[in-house]
C-alpha cells in the first residue's frame, strides 16, 4: 500500500468525499486534541496507515489525500482529554466509527476492549468500520408523491415480510431485492397499499446481552449509523433498485428511523462513535453529572439535539436517504425527544423548523410517534401542521369497543371521525391521525384475538418485556384451538377491525400479516426474534388466511370507491347542500340521532356512522352510506334513517357474511344487526 500523503482539503461536506483526484474527509469534534484517521485493507482487518488529519476549521477537522479512490476501510482515533465528570472520555485506543460513513465493513465482536474502561485495550480488530464510497448512479424512478387522503401505509420488516415467501426465488427471500420482488409487489398492489413503512433499516447494533442470548436487536431500533443501509439485507444499491422497483409500481416507500438515542447505551456502554468522537456534544448528560445520561427514549442514552451540529448530522442523513436512495418519507421513532428544546417539548422547535424550511425534506412525508419515556412523553396531536402521528388512541379505543368494554361507542365515534379532538386545529387534516389497530409493537391481529396475556418468554426476560395493556380477548382458549365456535368469532372480530379501519377519517396503517392471519405465539415484543416468530408465516396459508386476505382486499377497495371515506377535511354535522342532507351523523339503534343518555349508557354497544357522499363537494348525488357497529354480543334490531324519493338501503358489507355480494342483496328498512359485526350500507333505487 502507498504511504499516502494528508493536504488540509475542506471543511464543507462531513465524511468521506471522493472528486475523481482523492478523498476528502472531515468529520466534527468540538473538544477533541487531535484526530487520526486509519486506513485499512480491504477487509478491515489490518492497519495499514494512521493519518492527522491536518487542519480544524471551527469544530470540524479535515484533510485531503491525493490518490485515495472508493473502496478505501477507515477509521478513527480521536484524542481528548479523559474527564468523565465533565462528559469527556476520549480514548484514542479504541478505532470508532464515522458518523457519516456511506458503507459499513463488518460488525461488531463483543470484548472487554469496547468499554472506556479498559483503556489500554485496543478495539479495531473486533469493531465496525467505514469505507469510501463512490455515489450511486442516477435513479432511475420517481416518487410517486402519494396524496395523504389517498395514502394507506403497510408496516413491514423487510426480511420478516418476504423471508418465507414461497412466490420469492430462495436465495432472494429476505432481502432488500426480495422487497422489489414482482411477487411482493403484487401483493401489495392487491391490498390497496400506497405506502410500505419499513422497520429501521439503518445500520444497527446487535447488543451485547442480546448476541450472548443468541438473539438479535431484529426490529433494528438500535442504530449506530444513520447514513448506511443494514448490510444484512444487501447492498446500498440493491437497497436503490428496491426503492426503484416499488416507485415503478406506484408504492412509496417510508423509513422508520432512530435519531433518539443509539447503539452505545448509557453509562458504561461501548465506545463505538459518537461516544468517542465527542460525547458531550451527540448525547445529553445530566448538567450536574456529566458521566450519567439524560434517558428520555429509556434505551439509555439521548440524541442531543440541542447541538445545532448533532441537528446538522441528522438532517443530513434525511436529505441524503431523498436525494441518494429516493425514498419518500419518515417515521420518526419517539419523536418528542426530537421536539425538545432545552428539555421541553415545542412546536416549534428547531428540528421542527428546519425540516419545515428545508427545499428538500418539506416536500416528503414525516411522521411522529408521539410519546417518548419522559415525565411528559405523550404528545399525540401536538405535532407541526403537515406532520402525520401514529394515534394510540385510536389503537386502545377500537380495541376496546371491539372486546365488547362498557362506554366504548363515544370513544369509537370520536376515533371514526378524524380524532377531532386531538387532530382538528392549527389547519390540520384528518389525515394528521394514523389510524392502526396493531403495529410491530404488540400483538398481531391474530394473537390479538387469541391471547389474554402476552407470552414473551423466547425474549429470555422471564416475560417482563413488552405491554401488559393489550385490550386483547381470546374468547375461550389461551392460543391455537380446534373449537370451531371459537375460530368463528375470532375470524369475525378480525373482520371488524380490519373494516373498522378502513372507515375510520385518517390514514389507515395496516401491520404486515394481519391481512393474512399472522401469530407471533402470542409474543408482542418479538423485537429480538429474527426466526419464525417474527417472520410473516406465508408457507403455511390455510383456508381461513385466504379468506382474510379476500376479505382485506375488499374493504380496502370499498375505501378506495367511496370519497367520503377519505375526505381530506374534518366533518361537523353540516349540511352539503339545499336538501338540507348532514355530511355527518350519528344514528341509534331506535333510527334517530343519538342523544346524549345513549352515548352515556353502559349496555348500549351498537350505534351508526352516517356519512353524506356529497361531503367533499363536488356533483350534488344526495347518496348517503351508512355503517352500524355492534359490538354487543347478541343481535340488535336497527331502524335505518328513512330516505327521500325511490330510494332504499342496500347491504354492501357485513363481516357476519364476508362473501356477501351487494348485487343479490335485498334492498332494506330495517336491519338485524348480527351480534359483534359491521354492516354497512348503500343508498339504491328502488
Not at 494512521?50 to 489525500?65: A, C, M, S, V
Not at 389497530?437 to 396475556?453: I, K, Q, R
Not at 394481519?514 to 409474543?523: L, Y
Request: aromatic share 10%; charged share 25%; with cysteine.
Amino acid at each position: 500500500m502507498s504511504n499516502f500523503q494528508c493536504e488540509p482539503g475542506s471543511a464543507d461536506k462531513l465524511g468521506a468525499t471522493y472528486d475523481g483526484q482523492g478523498v476528502n474527509f472531515a468529520i466534527f469534534s468540538a473538544n477533541a486534541t487531535k484526530i487520526e484517521l486509519c486506513l485499512f485493507d480491504d477487509a478491515g482487518k489490518n492497519e495499514l496507515q494512521r493519518i492527522e488529519l491536518p487542519q480544524k476549521t471551527g469544530d470540524i477537522w479535515h484533510g485531503f489525500i491525493p490518490g485515495l479512490k472508493p473502496g478505501q476501510v477507515y477509521g478513527y482515533r480521536v484524542h481528548g482529554p479523559n474527564e468523565p465528570a465533565n462528559g469527556h472520555i476520549f480514548n484514542p485506543s479504541k478505532l470508532v466509527l464515522d458518523p457519516y460513513a456511506r458503507e459499513t465493513v463488518g460488525r461488531v465482536r463483543w470484548s472487554e476492549a469496547h468499554y472506556f474502561f479498559n483503556d489500554n485495550k485496543d478495539n479495531a480488530a473486533d469493531t465496525i468500520k467505514a469505507r469510501v464510497t463512490a455515489p450511486l448512479p442516477p435513479k432511475t424512478s420517481v416518487s410517486p408523491n402519494i396524496p395523504a387522503n389517498k395514502t394507506v401505509l403497510y408496516e413491514l420488516h423487510v426480511k420478516g415480510f418476504t423471508k418465507t415467501d414461497p412466490a420469492i426465488p430462495a436465495d432472494k427471500r429476505g432481502t432488500y431485492a426480495a422487497l422489489g420482488d414482482p411477487a411482493a409487489i403484487d401483493h401489495l398492489k392487491k391490498l390497496g397499499v400506497t405506502s410500505v413503512e419499513l422497520l429501521p433499516v439503518q445500520t444497527r447494533l446487535d447488543d451485547d446481552r442480546l448476541d450472548k442470548d443468541g438473539l438479535k436487536n431484529y426490529w433494528g431500533y438500535n442504530t449506530i449509523n444513520f447514513f448506511t443501509p443494514q448490510p444484512e439485507y444487501g447492498t446500498r444499491e440493491e437497497f436503490r433498485a428496491m426503492v426503484d422497483a416499488l416507485h415503478k409500481a406506484g408504492i412509496e416507500v417510508i423509513l422508520d428511523v432512530v435519531y433518539n438515542h443509539t447503539g452505545e447505551s448509557g453509562r458504561g456502554g461501548p465506545l463505538l462513535s459518537f461516544r468517542g468522537i465527542d460525547n458531550a456534544s451527540y448525547y445529553k448528560l445530566e448538567p450536574n453529572n456529566k458521566q450519567n445520561y439524560i434517558n428520555e427514549a429509556g434505551c439509555g442514552n439521548t440524541v442531543n439535539m440541542d447541538h445545532p451540529q448533532v441537528r446538522r448530522m441528522v438532517t443530513d442523513s434525511l436529505r441524503y436517504w431523498v436525494e441518494e436512495f429516493g425514498v419518500d418519507g419518515f417515521r420518526f421513532d419517539l419523536a418528542p425527544v426530537l421536539g425538545r428544546a432545552n428539555g421541553k417539548f415545542r412546536r416549534d422547535a428547531p428540528f421542527f423548523k428546519e425540516i419545515e424550511n428545508d427545499p428538500v425534506l418539506s416536500k416528503v412525508k414525516m411522521i411522529a410517534e408521539p410519546w417518548d419515556c419522559s415525565n411528559d412523553g405523550y404528545h399525540v396531536g401536538n405535532f407541526p401542521a403537515g406532520w402525520l402521528e401514529w394515534n394510540g388512541k385510536f389503537r386502545d379505543d377500537v380495541r376496546r369497543f371491539w372486546r365488547g368494554d362498557d362506554y366504548m361507542n363515544g370513544p369509537l365515534a370520536t376515533r371514526l371521525a378524524g380524532s377531532s379532538p386531538e387532530f382538528d386545529h392549527s389547519g390540520r387534516a384528518p389525515q394528521a391521525s394514523i389510524n392502526f389497530v396493531t403495529c410491530h409493537d404488540g400483538f398481531t391481529l391474530e394473537d390479538l384475538v387469541s391471547y389474554n396475556t402476552k407470552h414473551n418468554e423466547a425474549n429470555k426476560e422471564n416475560n417482563r418485556d413488552g405491554s401488559n395493556d393489550n385490550f386483547s380477548a381470546n374468547y375461550g382458549a389461551e392460543g391455537q384451538t380446534d373449537n370451531p365456535e371459537i375460530k368463528k368469532l375470532r375470524a369475525q372480530q378480525k373482520r371488524n377491525m380490519m373494516l373498522t379501519l378502513a372507515l375510520a377519517a385518517g390514514t389507515p396503517m395496516i401491520l404486515a400479516g394481519d391481512e393474512i392471519g399472522n401469530t407471533q405465539k402470542g409474543n408482542n415484543n418479538a423485537y429480538c426474534q429474527d426466526n419464525e416468530i417474527g417472520w410473516v408465516d406465508k408457507d403455511n396459508i390455510t383456508a381461513e388466511d385466504s379468506d382474510m386476505l379476500a376479505w382485506s382486499e375488499k374493504v380496502f377497495a370499498f375505501r378506495r370507491e367511496h370519497a367520503v371515506l377519505t375526505q381530506p377535511r374534518f366533518l361537523h354535522g353540516q349540511k352539503t347542500c339545499e336538501d338540507g342532507i348532514v355530511d355527518l351523523q350519528w344514528v341509534s339503534p331506535y333510527g334517530y340521532l343519538m342523544p346524549d343518555a345513549e352515548w352515556r349508557h353502559p349496555d348500549n354497544k351498537c350505534f351508526g356512522m352516517l356519512l353524506s357522499e356529497d361531503a367533499m363537494g363536488g356533483k350534488k348525488t344526495g347518496k348517503r352510506l351508512l355503517a352500524v357497529f355492534n359490538a354487543a354480543a347478541k343481535t340488535v334490531p336497527f331502524r335505518l334513517p328513512e330516505l327521500k324519493g325511490k330510494q332504499e338501503w342496500r347491504r354492501v358489507l357485513d363481516t357476519s357474511e364476508p362473501s356477501l355480494d351487494p348485487a343479490q342483496s335485498a334492498l332494506v328498512k330495517d336491519y338485524e344487526i348480527p351480534a359483534r359485526s359491521v354492516v354497512v350500507f348503500t343508498q339504491s333505487p328502488k
